[in-house]
């Protein structure tokens, strides 16, 4: 099943929707918090609606899933229809009651999910306690994980320290980029391996510069692979880091393709190598570490 997106630049225009459980949240990571809070709407009723904002973040805040992804994510949660508010100043500027009455009493739903720290309306002046006064409410906890709370935040605290496995294991799934390949200097095809090169599709978090355990997906089919984040400062040092891919036993050329980029683990440090052989014997001791073979 497929979430129904819907957006409305006019919040007058939503719909009643009386029969669902109402989950309310930014959803910015779709964590395993996110996940809980919506397994709970799920309990009781197969029709459980989410309830957020079209634009999360600044233009230029990294983000940790590109609105593609949270559509694929929510989907399969089974989560029947998408409400998306536009983050303007007409939205930001509501105050709480209005947001009660023009938007969450139109849609008018059977019960109302919320995490106990939820707060909505201009200056952020509405709480959970406002909300019980109107609606049926269930306060969810927060999701703890060593007894820390779950958050996109850290998320990408572990993202950008290069600790994937931490990141993937709150998020309840491997971190992923997505993008187009691209054309990149070819010193990979003339030196060492054939790399490809990703440009993102959205401002995803960037990891640390590194070398890291992948896997591409393309067309539906998983491969193996090992990435580096960096300006490879060996060969023709960048002034920005790439995002440079080696697929293992892989040799169709996929030049403009759209791709998924699932990060596994973090191997290495990028350094400079004092010649192409070193790095070259490093690439193939990386991908054995990993208990791959070319």
Known sequence: MRTEVITKENMLNLKEDSACNLVLGFFDGIHL????????????NDNVIVLSLMNSFKKDDEVVISFKQKEEILSSLNVKKLYLLNDDLFFKNMSYLDFISLILK??????????????????????????????????VDFYLVNNEKVSTSLIKNYLKEGNVEAANYLLGRNYCYEGKVVKG?????????????????????????????????FKGKVYDSITNIGVHPTIDKLTKPSIETFILNFSENIYEENIKLQFIKFIREEKMFSSLDQLKQQILKDIKNCGLKI
Do not use: C, M, W
Not at 33 to 44: S, T, Y
Not at 114 to 137: A, M, P, S, T
């Open 185 to 217: 200097l070819n010193n990979g095809s003339k030196f060492l391996f054939p790399t490809i090169n990703l440009e993102l599709d959205s401002n995803f978090t960037l990891l640390k510069r590194g070398v890291y355990q992948t896997k591409v997906i």
């Open 33 to 44: 918090g996110h996940q809980f809070l919506i397994k709970e709407a799920l309990k009781d």
């Open 106 to 139: 139109r849609i008018n739903p059977l019960k109302i999910y919320v995490g106990n720290d939820y707060k909505f309306g201009k200056n952020r002046e509405g709480n959970v306690d406002i909300l019980k006064q109107y609606f049926d409410v269930s306060i």
